[in-house]
């Protein structure tokens, strides 16, 4: 049974400021159906209330109880384990951590801080990580497109203080299991009822699919040839050329509600 789209935000509905073709029009007929619809992001260098507001003027309509991000999920893990975080965290997103004291921290949570990523900072993630604090990440993002520029992620900089300090990170966003069963859990849907529509291979296709998620990859955002793996739901598999969120949904809507595996 269809139940719930799971829409990746960047890449797949917009790139920076401009909306991507037909992304517009898949929204709107996933909100008008009977399915549950949720947008999950590691975005995190705006914060929920700045995302929400960002696609708003894009013409997309979100209602707050639908979108996850992985700072959400951060926040709510460091609220789970009663922890005090030292984020190496984007300015923006600094005040969505302001709940915790932060004088003596006892964990370190990594996001995209772009320009904050100093020798410094990310030692002083090293030094607490190697006196046992636990490290937690947003997500293991190789790379993120903005404008016409790709611009590196957050992955390489946790896995440098893994490496380091000989530790493993949790990952509270995507391709988390833990968050993709928040999401599931959220719209009251089984995994295989879900499909799970991205740009990136690891955060978005890999991990649906080990969450049990139908996955699709579209063709924009941070799209390269040579890493994509088509929708293995879809009877109906689109052109090469057409890889775009709107393709992919509404094929995926047309489909038969049963389809047999590839
Ligand atoms: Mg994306």
């Not at 639908?66 to 300015?91: I, K, N």
């Not at 900089?157 to 859990?185: C, M, N, S």
């Not at 293995?232 to 949904?249: H, T, Y």
Request: hydrophobic share 40%; proline share 4%.
């Amino acid at each position: 049974m269809r139940r719930a789209v799971l829409f990746d935000l960047s890449g797949v509905l917009y790139d920076g400021d401009a909306v991507i073709s037909g992304a517009r029009a898949a929204v709107a007929r996933a909100q008008a159906s009977d399915l549950q619809v949720r947008f999950i992001t590691n975005t995190s260098q705006k914060t929920r209330q700045q995302l929400l507001e960002h696609l708003g003027r894009l013409g997309f309509e979100v209602r707050p109880g639908q979108l996850f991000t992985a700072v959400d999920a951060a926040r709510d893990w460091l609220r789970e384990h009663s922890l005090q975080p030292y984020c190496l965290v984007h300015h923006n997103v600094r005040s969505e951590f302001d709940e915790f004291d932060q004088a003596s921290p006892n964990a370190v949570l990594i996001a995209d801080a772009a320009e904050d990523f100093t020798y410094a900072n990310l030692n002083r993630a090293f030094q607490l990580c190697m006196d046992g604090a636990p490290l937690l990440g947003v997500g293991y993002n190789r790379y993120f497109k903005s404008g016409d520029e790709l611009l590196m992620d957050v992955g390489a900089f946790i896995r440098a203080v893994e490496f380091a300090a000989g530790v493993e990170a949790t990952i509270v966003g995507k391709p988390g299991q833990a968050f993709y069963q928040q999401v599931l859990a959220s719209a009251g849907v089984e995994p295989g009822e879900a499909l799970m529509i991205g740009d990136d291979v690891i955060g978005d296709v890999e991990g649906a699919r080990k969450a049990g998620i139908p996955a699709c990859l579209v063709q924009t955002g941070k799209y390269r040839r040579g890493g994509s793996q088509w929708c293995r739901r879809c009877r109906r598999r689109p052109k090469q050329k057409s890889g775009r969120v709107g393709i992919l949904f509404n094929c995926w809507a047309a489909a038969p509600a049963t389809p047999t595996a590839p």
